[in-house]
T-cell receptor, first 110, second 115 residues
Framework: GEDVEQSLFLSVREGDSSVINCTYT??????LYWYKQEPGAGLQLLTY?????DMKQDQRLTVLLNKKDKHLSLRIADTQTGDSAIYFC??????????FGKGTRLHILP | DGGITQSPKYLFRKEGQNVTLSCEQN?????MYWYRQDPGQGLRLIYY???????QKGDIAEGYSVSREKKESFPLTVTSAQKNPTAFYLC??????????????FGSGTRLTVV
């Protein structure tokens, strides 16, 4: 079945780059997404990438997609304290539903 | 501004009570979803609806019920049959538009606690 896997925790020093990784199983995924959740809030769409692209950049965010390995990553340059949140990877599968990973909690060290 | 509103933000339930969580959207979205979030468990789909007067069970529907009488509204009732209802509940909506990159829009959540 469809599944999205990501590590649960990541600690990064302020000013460094953060790289959050994700793997998915559905080779027919059309779109892949990154969502951000701040404490006590809902999920906010950060960015998405179409499956025929291998990279997308938006200011401090870079998304890399390796379709052969079914691997997606989100790089946050110059990580700030405001980037502290849970980041969810998600894929839009063959039935058009979006499947979410369990989320990676990003902790920023001073 | 269009958006999706969940209320209340915090809700307390006594043992054996049913409670209803509200979700309203003015985005003209066709589909609506209810998720439950527990620490370390990610999002688990409870129910979803792609059209008015129709809805489907998700992965953890037992102990929950929904209705979709209006396009804008998708309330979730947590019944007394749900033995462990303490969690953060998230509502989402989306257009039903195959082949597009449109994601889900989420509400700000309701935290339900059993007392």
């Amino acid at each position: 079945g469809e599944d999205v896997e990501q590590s649960l925790f990541l600690s990064v020093r302020e000013g460094d780059s953060s790289v959050i990784n994700c793997t998915y199983t559905d080779s027919s995924s059309t779109y892949l997404y990154w969502y951000k959740q701040e404490p006590g809030a809902g999920l906010q769409l950060l960015t998405y990438i179409f499956s025929n692209m291998d990279m997308k950049q938006d200011q401090r965010l870079t998304v890399l997609l390796n379709k052969k390995d079914k691997h997606l990553s989100l790089r946050i340059a110059d990580t700030q304290t405001g980037d502290s949140a849970i980041y969810f990877c998600a894929e839009r599968g063959r039935d058009d539903k979006i499947i979410f990973g369990k989320g990676t909690r990003l902790h920023i060290l001073p | 501004d269009g958006g999706i509103t969940q209320s209340p933000k915090y809700l307390f339930r006594k043992e054996g009570q049913n409670v209803t969580l509200s979700c309203e959207q003015n985005l003209n979205h066709d589909a609506m979803y209810w998720y439950r979030q527990d620490p370390g468990q990610g999002l688990r789909l409870i129910y979803y609806s792609q059209i008015v007067n129709d809805f489907q069970k998700g992965d953890i529907a037992e102990g929950y019920s929904v209705s979709r009488e209006k396009k804008e509204s998708f309330p979730l009732t947590v019944t007394s049959a749900q033995k462990n209802p303490t969690a953060f509940y998230l509502c989402a909506s989306s257009m039903v538009a195959r082949g597009t990159g449109l994601g889900y829009t989420f509400g700000s959540g309701t935290r339900l606690t059993v007392v």
